[in-house]
């Protein structure tokens, strides 16, 4: 893996200044609590991968098209809404170093606002008559809601995803909006099937690199780099690849030591320590970032069908910027 510059994104900074306007504009006509709590979490920051995507798959085809930054705003801003809502469901009481929406306005104030906010952008897009991006968003927003909600049917009944099943969730989870950004930018170019297919892949599969890591920083993370506290999965018992790899090869007691360990009630910092060390022994976290680092080099071979360029370096190195994080 090599080291990828903190400004990856340089090369599309202007686009991204646009990009930021346009999520300002979206609400600046709206009343109540709506902008308030959209720009609490909008002004937490983030990294912009969703709307980068769409901006680097259409200028890697040749497109500088006027409507990018309004279609990129567009996939960013869904993704906020799920942010609001993932935090509502997992409880979550902190944010990219700040108070959680739920946290700082309620439970029912954050549900409405990030179904208001998917409304408002759908609108938006049917206003312009952006049907195909539509389309591409709104399919993403059920595969994401139909991944999460598989995940709590296991837990409901008290079972434990099988790696197969876990990599489902997280391609709904995450890879299908990455895929769709990468869609979206993909048919703005009007590129040809076979390079809208691959695109796809390649956000897919992006999007499961970083969901994978994201999981695993959640045991191993630095609370203060991450903006939020660890071991926030286990609490709701979301277990991730690492303990679904822990358990399958723990042999001998160490399967019950880390059942108990999972099953204590709140996991507070010296617990997480424990479980850790358990899975860790076990293998299970380098079996993660080798499993994060297959999914990166897959997403990679799908940027085939691109010219060579400036943008597909970009996109070339944006698996290993996401896999940095857990290097």
């Known amino acids: 893996m090599v080291v990828v510059s903190s400004d990856l994104f340089a090369i599309i900074e202007d686009d991204l200044a646009l990009v930021e306007e346009e999520l ?25 991968i969703r709307p980068a995507l769409v901006l680097l798959t259409a200028k890697a085809l040749g497109c500088s098209n006027s409507r990018l930054p309004r279609l990129a705003a567009a996939t960013e801003m869904v993704h906020l809404a799920s942010l609001i809502h993932d935090d509502v469901v997992d409880g979550a ?9 739920n946290a700082a306005w309620g439970t029912r104030v954050s549900v409405l606002v990030g179904d208001s906010l998917v409304a408002r952008i759908y609108a938006e897009l049917s206003r312009y008559g952006e049907l195909e991006t539509l ?25 434990t995803l099988s790696e197969a099943g876990y990599y489902d969730v997280v391609r709904g989870k995450t890879g299908s909006l990455m895929a769709a950004c990468c869609e979206i930018g993909a048919r703005v170019a009007e590129a040809t099937s076979m390079e809208r297919e691959a695109l796809i892949c390649y956000g897919l599969g992006v999007g499961t690199t970083f969901q994978i890591t994201d999981d695993l920083l959640d045991m191993v993370g630095d609370p203060e780099k991450l903006g939020k506290p ?49 899975v860790d022994d ?4 380098d079996y993660t970032r080798n499993a994060a680092a297959r999914f990166a080099d897959e997403a990679r071979t799908h940027l085939d069908v691109l010219p060579d360029s400036p943008c597909k370096d970009t996109l070339n190195a944006l698996p290993d910027y996401v896999l940095q994080r857990v290097a």
Not at 93 to 100: F, H, I, L, N, Y
Not at 282 to 285: H, I, K, Y
């Open 230 to 278: 660890v071991g926030n999965d286990l609490v709701t018992g979301k277990f991730a690849l690492p303990i679904i790899y822990a358990l399958h090869e723990s042999k001998n007691g160490v399967r019950e030591l880390l059942t108990e360990l999972l099953q204590s009630g709140e996991i507070s910092p010296s617990v997480l320590r424990d479980i850790v060390a358990v």
């Open 93 to 101: 009481d902190r944010r990219r170093g700040r108070a959680a929406a």
């Open 282 to 285: 076990l293998g299970g976290v």
């Open 24 to 48: 300002r504009r979206i609400v600046e006509n709206a009343s109540g609590l709506v902008p308030v709590v959209y720009r609490h979490t909008l002004d937490a920051g983030g990294k912009r």
């Open 135 to 159: 389309t591409a968003l709104s399919t993403a927003v059920e595969r994401m809601c139909k991944a999460e909600l598989r995940h709590m049917q296991v837990q409901m009944v008290g079972e």
